[in-house]
């Protein structure tokens, strides 16, 4: 199964800019990229997916490198409800989702 | 919309007991999945169901059972509890596979401590 690489935690100031990074370097041509984040005491929240093209919705953008290799999740205004473990992961056909251990995001004020 | 509902909240059992946590769901969705996670770990997949009637094993599926006898419902069972299942079960559904990109909602978990 293709795995995925993430930092252990980042920090980042309240109402700035987030870039989340994952490697995925052994991922397949019809693996689906998935980003979930679990806030703290709650069942994780689904985030954004893509393929090969970035992706945009209302919670956040998904940036997919050309060779499709890594992928950075960018929040555009961290608040400190964005405080939460943000997973990555590839997802194939009759796969199903797979947590690794995700980046702890802590956001200051 | 409730949306992903589990019972009970928190439940602490003895070595040996058995017990039976509920989900349910409001949205219609075929697919149904029941994970744990335990301190500090990513969830890991005990069982999940394609749709009423099917069941089949995640990753860790040994000392659990799974029921779906009604598509908004899917029943965990524990038949003899060990200390290592202590843990938060959480449950989660979907319209469809993730692989067309369709999005797992959770529900808020059941906090289980084998005494």
């Known amino acids: 199964d293709a795995k995925t690489t993430q930092p252990n935690s980042m920090e980042s100031n309240e109402e700035e800019p987030v870039h989340l990074p994952c490697n995925h370097s052994?991922?397949?041509?019809?693996?689906?990229i998935h980003w979930y984040r679990q806030l703290p005491s709650q069942g994780p929240e689904y985030v954004i997916h893509g393929l090969t093209s970035n992706v945009n919705n209302r919670m956040a953008s998904l940036a997919i490198a050309e060779d499709r290799k890594s992928s950075t999740l960018i929040l555009h205004r961290a608040t400190l409800r964005d405080a939460a473990v943000y997973y990555c992961?590839?997802?194939?056909?009759?796969?199903?989702?797979?947590f690794g251990g995700g980046t702890r995001l802590m956001v200051k004020p | 919309n409730a949306g992903v509902t589990q019972t009970p909240k928190f439940r602490v059992l003895k070595t040996g007991q058995s017990m039976t946590l509920l989900c349910a769901q409001d949205m219609n969705h075929e697919y149904m999945y029941w994970y744990r996670q335990d301190p500090g770990m990513g969830l890991r997949l005990i069982h999940y169901s394609v749709g009423e009637g099917t069941t089949a094993k995640g990753e860790v599926p040994d000392g659990y059972n799974v029921s779906r006898l009604k598509k908004q419902n899917f029943l965990l069972g524990l038949e003899s509890a060990a200390p290592s299942q202590t843990s938060v079960y959480f449950c989660?559904?979907?319209?469809?596979?993730?692989?067309?990109?369709?999005?797992?909602?959770f529900g808020p978990g059941t906090r289980l401590t084998v005494l």
């Open positions: 052994t991922i397949s041509g019809t693996d689906y």
């Open positions: 992961m590839l997802i194939n056909a009759g796969n199903m989702l797979t």
């Open positions: 989660a559904s979907s319209w469809a596979g993730a692989v067309v990109g369709n999005e797992q909602f």
